[in-house]
């Protein structure tokens, strides 16, 4: 039964640009030395951490050059280098600075990454673009804060070491916004675990070594309480990655297709079943990487710049209209970097309301980011849509991912569920899958008639 | 019902906020204002005294002037302050007789008698200036004419927001030197104060004529000409922060209202705030609600504090909460339903509110346009 909820999707042949599935490096073998990193010296103190820092930087990190272009997430082969920066600064006692020692931290408190952060920042430090971010803001803490020491002593070193980026596997094609209503499934055979489904919006898998993988354990318990984490080699025999191409021509974001892969028990972050707990300290992380109280305190001079520019290259800065559109869009920017540090007083204020409350800048972004960039295309006029050979088009590649907010990472409409019931305290909708078998869910959802399906009878009823 | 504009306020803003709100609910609640709007007697001088006592007229007047401050920015303490009154509809000109107490504090010496009456709510003032600088437009001017001594001064000027029980009047008048200000008292001959109907029954606004009324040089505020006019534009935005921040008061209610509405109204056997149409709209407005407060509060706090951008973020204030204000009072009207539409629910006592507020001390219009005037500036 159920057959359809259990088939992976089949992958639409010519829809995406198909890559080799995975870098050669970590799809030859998976390595097994666990690097060691040294401890600080006895009797450390932030001072004399500083002046270590200062001085093994001086003498082993390039400058930072500004102007330089960041890690470029079209060249897989690019990673090489910064995996190696990244060791030295391992080697070195610089990486983890914070994180325990046992797993290749240094154990020090946040005044030393601090210290770390300010003489840093002068030099070239290890890009790994848009995975570095997954790994070690949401991923590796979500680790540290769930996975079994003998898990963890495997998997931080080697991510410390530079040898391990980590991507989430999380959305399914079938499964966004309903996070928990995710069909790829993980199933026990011979003291092993076979992996089938599909995983997407995965930015950077194809150059990334594990991803995260939250797949059904269980069908036959309602759905936030049948599902595991895997730590899913990206290389792994039947792993194949594909990156998506999108509306605006890049192509960093990724689907995966599992087919048969092979895990084990090693594998497993958190317990069995109780992945949905995972998830919840994975989504904390993810939303704190975005926004960070104070994002206020670097506003911009004058009246939106960029849009001024804009209109002065096609010729329409003394045009009313424009010069009133500019405005309109200065006004909504200004609210939104005061709503920015009006959150962050809240949220010192009472900081248990922090995860709540972030919703309200995310739906800022999401709210304001397309009016934004549907501004743009009218200043800039037919020559927003029509440009010399050779040229970007700027305009419109933000009024094409001028909605990525709205949708990534918790579409509007979450964020507005999010803000009606946990800030303002609505009530929640009627749920129609929480207390039943998710097999149950989807077998009735294909046939959905709009009746709430009859409770099953309740205990002492003859 | 505390509107919290500030986010984190000090003690003595605390402090000054919950005695602002306490007095405000044990004379002249809600309840009292609605007897107002239909036609009682307005808050009496006892009122206006005691509303003095607490500070309400002297935050933006310095210590050697007689006046306070709670923190070290009494433009956002007085900001705090409107908040709280607009939530409860309070009427009175807290506005107007802010920014003649601003006004005259920097103005100096001369008028010492006046300010100190002002701040001990011994005598109400507001701030004429009908469509000087393009203020607003077509709501009349005065002229002044130069005679030995002073000036005469001629014209009407409509749209003046509780002016009803004013002693004095800060005018703005186009003279012979440009622009000129000059105090006049509304009992002096010459002037007359009529009342206008309008849709905000919760405030007495009224129309200004002066006809042949003297005043003497003593009586002028800053040098005619461009001086008045810098003073005029801080005058506009010290008007639009306070005016914002009532009308922020005046919409959290409004939203507060709405929001206990969803959560107690049944339909199709649930609360309708469950429905998405309702929590999403909600979610909606109460993201413009939280962007209002955090503008207002940015732009007190800057403009209070002089710093470069106090101006321009005034003039984004008020463009902002006096437009999107108005979507918020529809949203909460929608979610009212028919209930919004009886004269027994409060509703519409916020929504007239704030239809009103949205234009006084210059429209979103004239704001934008004074923000379209720093484009390209550094």
Redesign the interface.
């Known amino acids: 039964m159920a057959g359809t909820a259990n088939t992976p999707e089949v992958p639409a042949a010519g829809s995406a640009e198909v890559t080799a599935a995975a870098p050669a490096e970590v799809q030859t073998e998976v390595q097994t030395e666990v690097p060691v990193a040294p401890a600080p010296p006895d009797g450390e103190t932030p001072e004399r951490f500083r002046a270590r820092a200062r001085a093994w930087l001086a003498a082993n990190l390039e400058p930072a050059n500004p102007s330089a272009r960041g890690f470029r997430e079209s060249a897989v082969s690019d990673v090489a280098p910064e995996r190696a920066l990244h060791r030295r600064l391992f080697d070195a006692g610089f990486a983890g600075i914070t994180w325990p020692r046992e797993y290749g931290g240094q154990g020090l408190g946040p005044e030393y990454e601090r210290a770390f952060a300010e003489e840093a920042r002068a030099y070239r430090l290890p890009d790994f673009g848009i995975v570095g971010g997954t790994t070690f803001r949401v991923c590796a803490p979500t680790m540290l804060a769930h996975g079994s020491p003998a898990f963890l002593r495997r998997h931080i070193p080697r991510i410390l070491a530079g040898q391990e980026l980590v991507v989430q596997f999380f959305s399914e094609p079938d499964a966004g916004s309903d996070l928990a209503g995710v069909r790829t499934q993980a199933v026990r055979e011979d003291g092993r675990w076979v992996l089938n489904g599909s995983k997407i919006w995965s930015s950077g898998a194809y150059y990334a070594d594990y991803g995260l993988c939250l797949a059904r354990t269980d069908w036959d318990v309602p759905k936030h309480r049948g599902l595991t984490w895997f730590a899913v080699p990206v290389g792994a025999s039947g792993v194949t990655v594909r990156r998506i191409r999108q509306i605006n021509g890049g192509s960093q974001f990724c689907q995966e297709f599992f087919d048969d892969v092979a895990l084990t028990d090693d594998d497993i972050v958190g317990e069995v079943n109780n992945g949905w707990t995972v998830a919840q300290t994975m989504l904390i992380f993810e939303r704190g990487g975005g926004i960070g109280p104070g994002g206020g305190s670097s506003?911009p001079?004058?009246?939106a710049a960029d849009l001024?520019e804009l209109a002065?290259s096609v010729g329409r800065?003394d045009d009313?209209a424009v010069?009133?559109e500019?405005?309109?869009v200065?006004?909504?920017d200004?609210?939104?970097?005061?709503?920015?540090?009006?959150?962050?007083?809240?949220m010192?204020?009472d900081p248990a309301s922090a995860a709540h409350v972030a919703s309200?800048a995310k739906?800022?972004m999401g709210?304001y980011d397309p009016l934004r960039a549907n501004a743009a295309l009218r200043i800039g006029g037919a020559d927003a849509v029509s440009w010399p050979v050779g040229e970007e088009g700027r305009t419109a590649a933000a009024f094409l991912d001028g909605r990525f907010m709205a949708i990534a990472g918790g579409t509007n409409?979450m964020?507005?569920?999010g803000?009606?019931?946990r800030?303002?305290?609505?009530?929640?909708?009627?749920s129609f899958d929480s207390g039943r078998p998710f097999r149950d869910v989807l077998r009735d959802a294909s046939t959905w008639t709009g009746r709430v399906p009859a409770a099953p009878p309740s205990e002492g009823r003859a | 019902m505390s509107t919290r504009l500030?986010?984190?306020p000090t003690a003595e803003q605390q402090l000054l906020l919950d005695t602002s709100e306490r007095f405000i609910e044990d004379t002249l609640p809600v309840s009292k204002v609605r007897e107002i709007a239909e036609g009682a007697p307005g808050p009496d001088g006892a009122y206006f005294e005691t509303a003095g006592s607490l500070g309400w007229f002297g935050l933006l007047v310095d210590e050697a002037h007689g006046g306070g401050s709670a923190s070290d920015n009494g433009l956002l303490d007085a900001a705090a302050v409107a908040a709280e009154r607009g939530a409860r509809l309070q009427p009175g000109p807290f506005v107007g007789t802010n920014v003649v107490a601003s006004a005259l504090s920097r103005a100096g010496a001369p008028f010492g008698k006046l300010l100190a009456r002002l701040i001990a709510g011994q005598a109400r003032a507001t701030w004429v200036a009908g469509a000087a600088r393009g203020l607003t437009p077509g709501a009349g001017e005065i002229t002044a004419r130069a005679e030995t001594g002073g000036y005469v001064l001629d014209g009407e000027v409509r749209h003046v927001q509780e002016v009803a029980d004013c002693e004095a009047l800060l005018v703005t008048a186009r003279g012979p030197a440009g622009l000129l200000q000059a105090v006049v008292a509304t009992d002096a001959p010459g002037i007359e104060v009529r009342p206008l109907d309008g849709i905000d029954i919760t405030r007495r606004t009224g129309a200004v004529r002066l006809d042949g009324a003297r005043v003497g040089a003593d009586a002028v505020v800053g040098a005619p000409g461009s001086d008045t006019e810098a003073l005029f534009d801080r005058q506009a935005q010290i008007a639009a922060v306070l005016v914002c921040a009532e009308a922020v008061g005046t919409l959290h209610r409004d939203f507060e209202l709405a929001?206990e509405h969803?959560?107690v109204r049944i339909a199709f056997g649930?609360?309708i705030?469950?429905?998405?149409a309702?929590?999403?709209l909600?979610?909606?407005t109460?993201?413009t609600l939280?962007?209002?407060?955090?503008?207002v509060?940015?732009a007190a706090e800057a403009l209070g504090a002089d710093a470069a951008?106090g101006g321009?973020?005034a003039h984004?204030a008020k463009?902002?909460v006096g437009e999107r204000g108005i979507d918020v009072t529809h949203a909460c009207f929608q979610v009212f339903g028919g209930i919004g539409y009886t004269w027994e629910h409060d509703h519409h006592l916020y929504m007239r509110r704030l239809a009103a507020d949205a234009v006084a001390f210059g429209a979103p219009q004239w704001h934008?346009a004074r923000?379209?005037d720093?484009?390209?500036?550094?």
Do not use: C, W
């Open positions: 506003a001079k004058g009246i001024v002065r800065l009313p010069r009133d500019i405005v309109g200065h006004v909504n200004v609210a939104r970097r005061a709503l920015v540090a009006r959150l962050g007083g809240l010192r204020a309200y739906l800022a709210t409409e964020q507005r569920n803000i009606g019931e800030v303002l305290g609505l009530p929640r909708e009627p | 500030l986010a984190a929001l969803a959560k649930r609360p705030g469950s429905f998405q309702i929590k999403h909600l979610a909606d109460s993201l939280e962007m209002a407060k955090g503008l509060a940015a951008n321009e973020l984004a463009a902002f934008r923000l379209a720093r484009i390209g500036v550094a």
